[in-house]
């Protein structure tokens, strides 16, 4: 933990306005360290390269009143403030080119969040973009996988609802500061984030920044800096997913695509980037396969014999449901939409499925296949 002292100078910095995580750096590297680059003074911060007048000023400007209202934000609502030495900093992002000099963090970062997967695509989406998204989000949270992405309306909402209900972590990166939430519609799912301890919403804007459009491409650098890979469910041409997917390519992050319908206009960017050579996914192996030591750790184990036992003793409705949970958890209902089975029927046979052990029921009346193998984040290779 950063001693009080150096955070502020680091907050000194930080919330001067044209200072962003490239010049942090640099007024860094030039002083030494961070405290004497806060305490440089205009005439000192001015023989920096990218610091004029105007960047002096701004610097000169944040004073101990405005670091000590930053910090009374931070601690009205929740949130902890991780300088980029701060031990509990994900190391995966602290080692990009320009990574965030200060990390906001409503929540709870563990280290398992370091076995990380982004899923990102458009605010506007089709029913299949959704599905597609909190399929993936299911599949990667029971693998064991946090899912990252920008917590925005549409597919990144539908990736964070799957880690949830497959019983994983994930976390949102918003592209405000986290005095508020964006988009308020979605508020619940944030909380539920939250209240269950399943993960956090992290920003590297200060705690009153409002939503700005200027902010979302660069907090598009975080979530593929968080993660070992990025899948692109569903984007249009010019969507700001294609940006997040380059930036992952260029920080040696893997980028896999969902494809999509080739007269559809949200499928276009998509399916570009298959033909450019990203991955096509359509299934967690197809993502699995491709990571890695990493990819073969995460694969589920074998079931126990007594839940291949009870998987043969299964009578004919039971195999059916069973089955049709292959791809992804599903409700009652669309369950019974998807078999064709009486509604009644269906749920006494569901019901047996839990007494079983073979499926777990999650909260709305939703069932999954019951995952059989809880992930620890693999050890850092050893340093040459």
């Known amino acids: 933990m950063v001693e009080a002292k150096r955070l502020r100078a680091y907050l000194k910095l930080h919330l001067a306005e044209r200072v962003g995580a490239t010049l942090f750096k640099r007024l860094v590297e030039a002083f030494g360290d961070v405290e004497s680059a806060a305490a440089a003074g205009p005439a000192g911060w001015q023989q920096v390269q990218g610091v004029g007048d105007k960047t002096a000023a701004a610097l000169a400007a944040v004073g101990d009143e405005q670091i000590d209202q930053e910090l009374a934000a ?133 705690m009153r920044t409002t939503v700005l459009g200027g902010s979302f491409p660069t907090r598009n650098r975080i979530i593929s800096g968080l993660s070992l890979g990025v899948l692109v469910v569903e984007a249009a041409r010019r969507s700001g997913s294609l940006i997040t997917a380059n930036q992952a390519a260029e920080q040696g992050r893997v980028v896999f695509a969902v494809p999509g319908r080739v007269d559809s206009p949200l499928s276009q960017g998509a399916n570009a980037l298959i033909r450019d050579g990203a991955i096509l996914a359509q299934d967690l192996d197809d993502i699995l396969e491709h990571l890695g030591q990493v990819g073969s750790t995460m694969a589920p184990e074998a079931p126990t014999p007594a839940e291949s036992a009870a998987a043969q003793a299964l009578d004919a409705t039971e195999r059916v449901l069973f089955d049709a949970l292959a791809g992804g958890a599903m409700s009652l209902d669309e369950l019974v939409r998807h078999t064709g089975i009486d509604s009644g029927k269906a749920a006494s046979a569901m019901t047996m499925l839990v007494l079983k052990g073979l499926v777990a029921q999650r909260p709305g009346n939703v069932f999954s296949h019951k995952a059989h193998k809880t992930l620890k984040a693999p050890k850092p290779a050893p340093s040459s």
């Open 74 to 206: 931070a601690q009205e609502h929740g949130v902890t403030i991780l300088p980029l030495e701060d031990e509990r900093y994900p190391a995966a992002l602290a080692h990009i080119a320009d990574p965030p000099a200060v990390l906001y963090v409503r929540g709870h970062l563990e280290p398992a969040d370091a076995v990380a997967m982004a899923i990102v695509g458009s605010r506007r989406c089709t029913y299949y973009g959704l599905e597609q998204a909190e399929r993936f989000g299911q599949l990667l949270g029971r693998a064991g996988f946090t899912v990252v992405s920008g917590g925005a309306r549409g597919i990144d909402a539908a990736a964070h609802r799957g880690s949830l209900a497959g019983g994983g972590r994930t976390i949102a990166v918003m592209g405000c500061g986290l005095c508020q939430v964006y988009p308020p519609d979605n508020a619940k799912l944030f909380e539920q984030i939250l209240a269950d301890r399943r993960g956090a919403l992290i920003s590297e804007l200060p």
